[in-house]
């Protein structure tokens, strides 16, 4: 089955600094990947996602980039802030429906002020 | 997006004991799947609610541990049952609009401890 492994498994940058955290996938048929972001007490937050179609998709200080060939995806942060500090999570699913997400196994990030 | 809110938020329970958790989302969804995370860990898909049938476990949980209910597109339930301390985890309820959608929405999480 689908299999998802993330680096690092923690992350620490100064304020202002880039953070990239990195997945790699197993099963060529997936085709969404979203990235969550959990903040301690809360739930997973989606906060960008990608489909196989598209190899780069950016949000403010946030991009997804997508290699479909290496079958790995990674997050940028840029000009991290203080409150960008959480778990990380990214996840790959595939069609019909794509509900056997599989996620990775997080990334504590720390932004130090 | 969809606005999902869970009861408990926590809670504390003796070894034993059974809980239901309730999840209820601002609008009708077609997808309601229930995870575990284990303390420091990553997400565990349970079980996808449906509606009107026995909810679909994934290899590894029961019906009988787990039972599950969705009497609507709006509301779900998880009982933990006869728990036991490794049963202390979060549990969340996430919601997808459809079946043609992979975007999933997670609620708040219910942190349960037993002792």
């Known amino acids: 089955g689908e299999n998802v492994e993330q680096h690092p498994s923690t992350l620490s940058v100064q304020e202002g600094d880039s953070a990239v955290i990195k997945c790699t996938y197993s099963d060529s048929a997936s085709n969404y990947f979203p990235w969550y972001k959990q903040e301690l007490g809360k739930g997973p937050q989606l906060i960008i996602d990608i489909r196989s179609n598209v190899g780069e998709k950016k949000d403010q200080r946030i991009a997804v980039t997508l290699n479909k060939t290496a079958k790995h995806f990674s997050l940028h942060i840029t000009e991290t802030q203080p409150e960008d500090s959480a778990v990380y999570f990214c996840?790959?699913?595939?069609?019909?429906?794509?509900?056997?997400?599989?996620f990775g196994a997080g990334t504590r990030l720390f932004v130090k002020a | 997006s969809a606005v999902i809110s869970q009861k408990p938020s926590r809670d504390i329970c003796q070894r034993g004991t059974s809980l239901t958790i309730q999840c209820q989302v601002d609008?009708?969804?077609?997808?309601m799947f229930w995870y575990r995370q284990q303390p420091g860990q990553s997400l565990t898909l349970i079980a996808t609610a449906n509606q009107g049938s026995e909810a679909t476990y994934e290899s590894g949980f029961v019906i009988d541990k787990f039972p599950i209910s969705r009497p609507n597109l709006t509301f779900s339930t998880l009982t933990v049952s006869n728990m036991s301390p490794e049963d202390s985890s979060i549990y969340l309820c996430?919601?997808?609009?459809?079946?043609?959608?992979?975007?999933?929405?997670f609620g708040p999480g219910t942190r349960l401890t037993v002792l």
């Open positions: 996430s919601v997808a609009r459809d079946t043609h959608t992979d975007t999933q929405y």
């Open positions: 996840a790959a699913s595939k069609p019909p429906g794509g509900f056997k997400t599989i």
């Open positions: 609008s009708q969804v077609t997808m």
